[in-house]
């Protein structure tokens, strides 16, 4: 069974460019979170998507960003008119269940963003 | 504003030492979970403690939850080399199932 897959896993991008990052959960796990680290910091959150709904978007910027996983195919985020702050590792982690039954989430290898 | 946050920020010990790190967080939560990540490198789960329980071990990783004070520690015992890495805190809130995360601990083994 493998693991969350991430690409690609590097990516370059000059501002105003888009940046389009993609996310395979694990086989069987239809819930998907994705994470944005900085340089020396901690994870944190931006969205929580299941196949076809968008279930807490609290941590995404109100612009350029957006999120979708659809019924078939990984789950896509995507960047428009990306800037130099957006350079950060993105990273993708997927679970079987969620709520009182919460079950571990497992994290892809992410995706390094670099805005030249 | 974050919920969990990790003390020390740093933390450089010999091989062979026990490595304690310290995570504190804010609002109620459902379990509170430990992540090493490696530099560069994507997170790799450690263990998970449940808000009912109170220690849980794992080979040489030993993690206590204290829901009074809201804190929780992992314990490192007989560190080793490899053990070199940052380490995370996260919680899951009661009605949530996003992980907040700290700032984490950065750990250096020397042999």
């Known amino acids: 069974n493998a693991g969350v897959m991430q690409n690609p896993r590097h990516l370059v991008r000059r501002r105003g460019q888009e940046a389009r990052l993609r996310c395979s959960p694990m086989k069987g796990h239809s819930h998907v979170y994705w994470y944005r680290q900085l340089p020396e910091e901690g994870l944190k959150f931006m969205v929580y998507l299941q196949k076809e709904n968008i279930i807490d978007e609290s941590g995404m910027p109100k612009e350029r960003f957006s999120a979708e996983f659809p019924k078939e195919g990984p789950s896509i985020l995507r960047i428009q008119q990306v800037v130099r702050g957006d350079s950060a590792a993105y990273f993708c982690?997927?679970?079987?269940?969620?709520?009182?039954?919460?079950?571990?989430?497992?994290f892809g290898p992410g995706t390094r963003l670099t805005v030249l | 504003s974050q919920q969990g946050e990790e003390d020390p920020q740093a933390l450089s010990i010999q091989e062979g030492e026990n490595a304690t790190m310290n995570c504190s967080y804010k609002?109620?939560?459902?379990?509170l979970q430990w992540y090493r990540q490696n530099s560069g490198r994507g997170l790799v789960h450690l263990i998970l403690i449940r808000s009912n329980e109170r220690e849980k071990h794992s080979g040489r990783l030993r993690v206590t939850l204290d829901t009074s004070k809201k804190s929780s520690s992992l314990l490192i015992t007989a560190s080793r080399a490899a053990d070199t890495a940052s380490y995370f805190c996260?919680?899951?809130?009661?009605?949530?199932?996003?992980?907040?995360f700290g700032g984490g601990t950065r750990v250096l083994v020397k042999p």
């Open positions: 996260a919680t899951v809130r009661a009605a949530g199932n996003k992980l907040t």
């Open positions: 609002t109620s939560i459902n379990n």
């Open positions: 982690a997927s679970s079987l269940t969620s709520g009182r039954d919460y079950n571990e989430q497992f």
